[in-house]
Every structure is written in C-alpha cells, then in structure tokens.
T-cell receptor, first 112, second 113 residues
Framework: SQQGEEDPQALSIQEGENATMNCSYK?????LQWYRQNSGRGLVHLIL?????REKHSGRLRVTLDTSKKSSSLLITASRAADTASYFC????????????FGTGTRLKVLA | GAGVSQSPRYKVAKRGQDVALRCDPI?????LFWYQQALGQGPEFLTY????????KSGLPSDRFFAERPEGSVSTLKIQRTQKEDSAVYLC???????????FGPGTRLLVL
C-alpha cells in the first residue's frame, strides 16, 4: 500500500503558468523527495528536503514541507512543455525500516 | 560517471517461466533498492540491500520473488513461476547511503502472458 497521496491526480496548464502539486503522508519521516517520471522512463530525482527544513529551491522548483500537517508541496514556476510528466513524492519513514514509500503521483500536462 | 543500468529493458515471459532481472548500480553506492511499478501507479518498495546484506525484504509479494547482491554491487531480482499479476515495471535505484538521494535505472518492463 502507498502512504503518500498526491493532489491533484492530474493537472493541465498553459506554458508559462505555475503548477502546484501537493503530497500528504501518514507517519513521521526523515526526509521527503520529489521525482519526475516521463512516460515510459525511469524516475529523475528533483529535490530532497529533510524533516528539519521548511523550504527548498532548485531552479524553477520550490518545495515546502510542513511536518505538523504531514504535507509537502512542489511548485514549478514558468512551466514549459518539457515539464509534462508524472510527479511523485517519496517519504523515508523514521520507523527504522528502509521502506521508501511513494505517492500515487500527479500527472502534469503543460500545453504549448 | 554512468548511471544505474538495468537489463533486459523488456521481457516477455510465459506464465510459469522463471525470469531474472539485473541491476548495475552506480559504482560506490552502498544502498540498492528494488521497486515494482504497476501502470498508472507509483513505485512500490520490494527490497533493500546495504552492500551485500539484504536488510529489508518486507515488500516482496510472495516467496516466488528472490533478490540477491552477492558482492555488494550488481543485484539480481528473480521471479519464479511467473504469474500474470507479476506484469509491471521493475525499477532499481541506488544511493550513496540509505537516507540520501536515490538514482533510478530505466526499469525492466515485464509482461507475463
């Protein structure tokens, strides 16, 4: 079973607009990672944010983490057609296992 | 350096056949993960290795699934007596240590007929 849930499940925007997707999880974590997956390909790591961090930036990406609400958000600014992909969050629970848990994903489509 | 590689990229098996999927992690990476990804879903954890030690196999769906990493580098995921429900993409990922960024291979797409 998957711990994380991404919201929305699907998102369609125009090129140049911002895209925001959210991830909720259930247990305490060490860190949370966001990945991108293009159709039929492997996952590409975007950002890792640790449990003691609240916000992180990388280029056009901004990730926030609210451990009290057990949620994270990924903002992609000035989206491009090449950003079209599925986006997943993955959490590393503190329960002493190595079982990274991925969410269900948000399918983003950026229209040119 | 080279990323994570997996072979074969595609595998078609007849129900009941055994298959072996290979993963070559990034050189020097201690941690290695296997995931199963069904169509339209996120990856689901199968098993974890730290060097040659299999520290977590809680995600393996049945005793038909077996993984090994005998020398702490290349890993093989073996599925015995494949069933149709085993059809999925099998992803391998490696990281320097367990709580750091995971780097994924392209996956092996398994289709069981």
């Amino acid at each position: 079973s998957q711990q994380g849930e991404e919201d929305p499940q699907a998102l369609s925007i125009q090129e140049g607009e911002n895209a925001t997707m959210n991830c909720s999880y259930k247990t305490s974590i060490n860190n949370l990672q966001w990945y991108r997956q293009n159709s039929g390909r492997g996952l590409v790591h975007l950002i890792l944010i640790r449990s003691n961090e609240r916000e992180k930036h990388s280029g056009r990406l901004r990730v926030t983490l609210d451990t009290s609400k057990k949620s994270s958000s990924l903002l992609i600014t000035a989206s491009r057609a090449a950003d079209t992909a599925s986006y997943f969050c993955a959490t590393d629970p503190t329960s002493g296992t190595y079982k990274y848990i991925f969410g269900t994903g948000t399918r983003l489509k950026v229209l040119a | 350096g080279a990323g994570v590689s997996q072979s074969p990229r595609y595998k078609v098996a007849k129900r009941g056949q055994d298959v072996a999927l290979r993963c070559d992690p990034i050189s020097g990476h201690v941690s290695l993960f296997w995931y199963q990804q069904a169509l339209g879903q996120g990856p689901e954890f199968l098993t974890y290795f730290q060097n040659e030690a299999q520290l977590d196999k809680s995600g393996l769906p049945s005793d038909r699934f077996f993984a090994e990493r005998p020398e702490g580098s290349v890993s093989t995921l073996k599925i015995q007596r494949t069933q149709k429900e085993d059809s999925a993409v099998y992803l391998c990922a490696s990281s320097l240590v367990s709580q750091e960024t995971q780097y994924f291979g392209p996956g092996t797409r398994l289709l069981v007929l």
